[in-house]
Structure formats: C-alpha cells, structure tokens
C-alpha cells in the first residue's frame, strides 16, 4: 500500500492531478477538497494515498489530510459505494459536514450528492454510525498542502470538467455555473458554489 506521495506537482485538472515523484509521474483523482488546497504547479506537496487494484487497472486516490482518506476508505466498505461516490461526498461536504449528517441521520443532504440514492443514503448512514469515531483520531490539518490558485485561464470549463466528472449532468452543471458565475471570483469559488446550489436543488 502507498501511504503517501511527496514531490513537485505538474497539473491539476479535476478530478485528476500528476504528482512528479523523483522522476516517476503518479497521476491521482483527488475530491475537490483537496483541490481546493493545492498550491500552484511546480511547487512540492504531500498527499495521502489510497490504492484501488482492479484486474484492469491500479487506481490511486489522493487526499490532503488523513481525515478525508479514512473517510473515503469507510465509504468504500458500504456495500454500492465505489471510489466514484466517494469523491462525489468528499467534493460535496466536508468531512465535519459528513458526520454531522450521520449523527442527525440526515437523508436528504446526503441524496443531494450524485451518484445517491434514497436506500444508498439509509444504508450509507446505518453504516456509518459505529464508524466515524475513528475520524476523531486524525488531525484535519497534518499536511503541506499549501493554498489553491487558478488551473488555467478558463475557470468555467475547468467548473464544468470538474462538476461533469462528480457525475452531474452537463445540462444541469451548465445551470448552476451561469446561477453563481457573477459572484465567483475564481476557479475554486466557482466550483464550491456551484456545488452548493446543485446540493440545494
């Protein structure tokens, strides 16, 4: 298993990164979280990491502090809740936001993610009850990931990449874009509002 990854970062494009790791270039999915706190290409970070083996593939996913990976790794224990889903919870709620949910049994909050159902909702959250104590035990900000900046000159298509790649629709990614494209500044504001409206709908 590959704890974590440390080395300069060559791009970022949601929901994929490529890490420069002495030479080798690892590319990762990361939630929009982490995305969210990486620094600008070029500059040396540290994620943490867990490895999906597939017999077509090793899917590796990246993550800015261990808080997001343990939650990501109780995710995938539900039965129905595969790394898609839970980069789409992760890129929707934060972690605190997430037990909240569980602690107040909140099925509605949860369905507003893609990719969620109402029974994968109850069961996720059945689930869960004996479990997020273990995310006490990690410190949220243990790690060098550094501050967010723009990917590129195009925020809107970045927004539109990202959202489209969490599983929402495009139409419907379009939608929230132009709602809240006036009062948001960056690529980053522009995705986390975007997400907010889409998690009201």
Same mark, same amino acid.
């Not at 890490?19 to 070029?42: I, K, R």
């Not at 867990?50 to 808080?67: I, P």
């Given at each position: 298993?590959? +704890?974590?990854?440390?080395? @300069?970062?060559? *791009?970022?494009?949601?929901?994929?990164?490529?890490? #420069?790791? $002495?030479?080798?270039?690892?590319?990762?999915?990361?939630?929009?979280?982490?995305?969210?706190?990486?620094?600008?290409?070029?500059?040396?970070?540290?994620?943490?990491?867990?490895?999906?083996?597939?017999?077509?593939?090793?899917?590796?996913?990246?993550?800015?502090?261990?808080?997001?990976?343990?939650?990501?790794?109780?995710?995938?224990?539900?039965?129905?809740?595969?790394?898609?889903? +839970?980069?789409?919870?992760? @890129?929707?709620? *934060?972690?605190?936001?997430?037990?909240?949910?569980? #602690?107040? $049994?909140?099925?509605?909050?949860?369905?507003?993610?893609?990719?969620?159902?109402?029974?994968?909702?109850?069961?996720?959250?059945?689930?869960?009850?004996?479990?997020?104590?273990?995310?006490?035990?990690?410190?949220?900000?243990?790690?060098?990931?550094?501050?967010?900046?723009?990917?590129?000159?195009?925020?809107?298509?970045?927004?539109?990449?990202?959202?489209?790649?969490?599983?929402?629709?495009?139409?419907?990614? @379009?939608?929230?874009?132009?709602?809240?494209?006036?009062?948001?500044?960056?690529?980053?504001?522009?995705?986390?509002?975007?997400?907010?409206?889409?998690?009201?709908?």
């Amino acid at each position: 298993m590959i +704890g974590f990854l440390k080395g @300069s970062l060559v *791009s970022k494009l949601p929901p994929f990164l490529v890490l #420069n790791v $002495q030479g080798v270039g690892y590319e990762l999915e990361a939630p929009m979280a982490t995305f969210y706190e990486l620094p600008e290409e070029n500059t040396e970070v540290l994620l943490f990491t867990h490895l999906v083996v597939r017999e077509d593939a090793h899917l590796l996913y990246g993550f800015s502090d261990r808080a997001q990976r343990e939650l990501f790794r109780s995710l995938l224990k539900i039965n129905g809740v595969g790394p898609r889903v +839970g980069l789409a919870i992760l @890129s929707t709620l *934060s972690t605190s936001q997430f037990v909240q949910c569980v #602690n107040q $049994q909140d099925t509605l909050t949860l369905t507003s993610v893609p990719g969620i159902g109402k029974k994968t909702a109850e069961r996720m959250l059945l689930d869960m009850r004996d479990r997020i104590s273990a995310l006490d035990h990690f410190d949220a900000g243990d790690n060098d990931v550094a501050g967010g900046v723009e990917l590129n000159q195009n925020p809107v298509e970045d927004a539109m990449g990202a959202l489209v790649a969490l599983g929402y629709k495009a139409a419907d990614a @379009s939608r929230a874009i132009r709602t809240v494209e006036e009062n948001s500044p960056g690529r980053d504001d522009l995705i986390r509002n975007a997400l907010q409206f889409l998690s009201k709908r």
